[in-house]
């Protein structure tokens, strides 16, 4: 169980820092698929233990040294995340562990038809950085036309 649970902690943290996320989507559903623990609610709070002090601490300096976080929009997101959270963490109690990772399973699936209608949207993508930051070529993943 414990070499397990560093290899979810390591690949989910690598995929999260390289991709900018928490890495949670990872944790949770290795915690659910491996039952590492019993049940889909512990997962999430499981997981929302693990990322507090990665995201919160040395994402977000990385980020502000590089100058790269919009205060202003990021303090009116997070404060109606605040709300949103508490919401769906009430919520959720309302409902199975099968239906949570049914919702999460369409969620996924819809967040990633998005991303991949995005990504034909976007041109110029060279695999360089830029002052803005890193960007990425997806050309070894998505294959030219």
Known sequence: MIALAIAVGLISGL?????????????????????????????????????????????????????QIDFKLAWWIMGFYVVGSGIGTFGSGKFSDKQIKLYIAILFFILGIISL???????????TKSDSGPSMSFSTIVPKE
């Open 15 to 67: 995929i999260g820092g390289f991709f900018g996320l928490s890495g949670s989507f990872l944790i949770i559903a290795a915690l659910s698929y491996f039952k590492m623990v019993p049940d889909q609610h512990t997962a999430a709070g499981t997981t929302l233990f693990i990322i507090l002090p990665p995201v919160t601490i040395l994402s977000v300096l990385y980020f502000w040294k590089h100058k």
């Open 117 to 127: 209608v995005t990504y034909t949207k976007i041109k110029g993508v060279t695999g």
